[in-house]
């Protein structure tokens, strides 16, 4: 499984756009032990202009990850990283930077922020973790 969010845009009677957001399941099996990353809510809908404060969390059972990554996923077309959180500091990539940022502690969870949505946002959105470790050579 994977997790994702998807945005649709609907226009109704009185010309009012909705930003639909759905979010799935990502999981990452290690090659010894297994982690895994929950992302809720299942979805969120907001109105363009509106944001998207820190209501998508991202969590996981691997306590000695440094990088919790997020990633934006348009239709048909391969996922972009949005940037990554390092411990506590966040990283976001320079073309978003202004619009999306992630709070929390890499090595436990994450909420993604995306301030004033518009149609543009609509994507399939998801977290990932990385455990990365240094091996000295011979």
Known sequence: MK?????LSVDNKVNNV???????LFLIIGASDQ????????????KPGESVDGEIHCSHNAS?????????QDKHQAPKCLGYLN???PHPEEDVEDRINF????????NLTISAVS???????????????MEESA
């Open 87 to 89: 411990r506590n500091m």
């Open 35 to 46: 982690t895994f990353v929950f992302q809720t809510p299942p979805s969120i809908i907001k």
């Open 119 to 133: 149609v543009n946002d609509s994507a399939v959105y998801f977290c990932a973790v990385s455990q990365h470790s």
């Open 3 to 7: 997790a994702c969010i998807s945005v």
């Open 64 to 72: 000695d990850s440094d990088h919790l990554l997020w990633y934006k």
């Open 103 to 110: 709070a929390g502690e890499s090595s436990d969870y994450s």
């Open 18 to 24: 909705m930003a639909f957001l759905n979010i799935c």
